[in-house]
């Protein structure tokens, strides 16, 4: 029996497609823009990051933020179910409180229609909520540093646990948490951007969701279980960009040359948007602006002579992980496919002819009006 591809049962397929792709940095030159045109309201500049992931693209994002408005509070907000993400997150911070010092930074395991309100909407576990307030002292990265790998050591193992939803067979928390994180010496000034507990929604000025869904996923449950719920926890003139992977590059032609029956995107951004517009009342509509969809490419990172020189084995290694990942196919037909080592060729073949490997994703803005 074929399983559904879930990511989180996937993660060193994931971390492998990260440090051997340029595609958070992709996606962070395709933000630049829109954060460049971001205009804060008090008190302060508002992000909502619809999952971490190991934060390269957030801390990325938070730089820019800095670049453009070095002097305005900045409340970071984010969720993630796991708990090695939350951790490789939680790394990257320190160098971010040292450089934009009135910095708040939450981080919950919510799901994404509570994520921005930061209280489960299941009783029981509500009254469990772990709600943990880190105050950063000294002023240093390293200072910061050690904090944060004690948060690790002693909160996360305890209050980061997971169980398997038993209607949907997903993965949820077993209880609700929450980590908001800002320096000690801030306080005063953050005191009307920290969020507190059970008062912590919050109207975002930009929301990313990247990789947000599964491919598969129909255009209806993609919109209610993100995408509406996002819009949702817009502010006025606020941005949600959504990045999703799309096909129709070379990685995608490695996949039907194997399965020529896989359609591993077939609700892509012209489903959702006819989705939106013709299940949501006229009155919510008029609220929204929906921009051009617009097409981002990434690529396999490769030396030259990795590909000129006869490819490496890596390499093929490296560019079937990436295909089969974004792609998302099921184990069990990665096996069924290795089992007989025709995939190599294909590989090979391909990227010879393209001359490495590239990837497609679609990326569109739903801009809240006033």
Not at 26 to 37: F, G, M, S, T, Y
Not at 220 to 245: C, D, Q, R, T
Not at 287 to 306: G, Q
Request: proline share 4%; hydrophobic share 35%.
């Amino acid at each position: 029996m074929k399983k559904n591809f879930r990511f989180f049962d996937n993660r060193q397929k994931y971390l492998l497609f990260v440090t051997t792709t340029n595609e958070k940095n992709k996606i962070a030159d395709a933000l630049k823009p829109i954060v460049q045109n971001l205009k804060p309201k008090n008190p302060a500049l508002k992000i909502f990051d619809a999952g971490m992931g190991d934060g390269s693209l957030l801390m990325s994002v938070m730089r820019q933020c800095h670049q453009k408005l070095p002097n305005i509070p900045l409340l970071v907000s984010t969720k993630e179910i796991s708990m090695e993400d939350v951790r490789l997150g939680l790394e990257k911070l320190p160098d971010r409180f040292a450089e934009h010092k009135n910095t708040v930074f939450v981080i919950s395991n919510l799901n994404y229609v509570e994520s921005t309100s930061l209280k489960s909407r299941n009783l029981k576990k509500q009254k469990k909520m772990n709600w943990k307030v880190v105050k950063l002292k000294g002023n240093s990265s390293l200072d910061f540093s050690n904090q944060l790998r004690k948060l690790n050591q002693e909160f996360l193992a305890k209050k980061w646990q997971v169980e398997t939803n038993p209607k949907t067979g997903t993965s949820t928390y077993k209880e609700p948490s929450v980590i908001v994180i800002y320096r000690k010496d801030q306080e005063f000034v953050l005191q009307n951007v920290i969020p507190k507990k059970n008062n912590g929604k919050t109207d975002y000025d930009l929301i990313i969701a990247s990789q947000p869904y599964r491919s598969r996923v129909t255009a209806e449950k993609k919109v209610k279980y993100v995408i509406e719920p996002m819009i949702k926890s817009l502010a006025k003139k606020g941005k949600l960009v959504v990045v999703h992977a799309c096909g129709g590059d070379p990685a995608n032609k490695i996949v039907k040359k194997i399965w020529p029956k896989e359609n591993p995107f077939p609700y892509l951004y012209s489903s959702i948007e006819k989705y939106i517009k013709s299940n949501s009342d006229k009155s919510f509509l008029k609220t929204l602006k929906f921009h051009k969809v617009k097409k981002i490419s990434y690529v396999l990172r490769a030396l030259p002579n990795e590909i000129s020189g006869g490819i490496a084995t890596s390499l093929i290694f490296s560019a079937w992980n990436a295909a089969v990942y974004v792609n998302q196919i099921s184990d069990e037909q990665i096996m069924s496919a290795e089992k007989h080592k025709n995939y190599q060729k294909v590989v090979q073949n391909v990227v010879n002819k393209y001359k490495g490997l590239h990837f497609k994703n679609e990326l569109f803005i739903i801009e809240k009006k006033n």
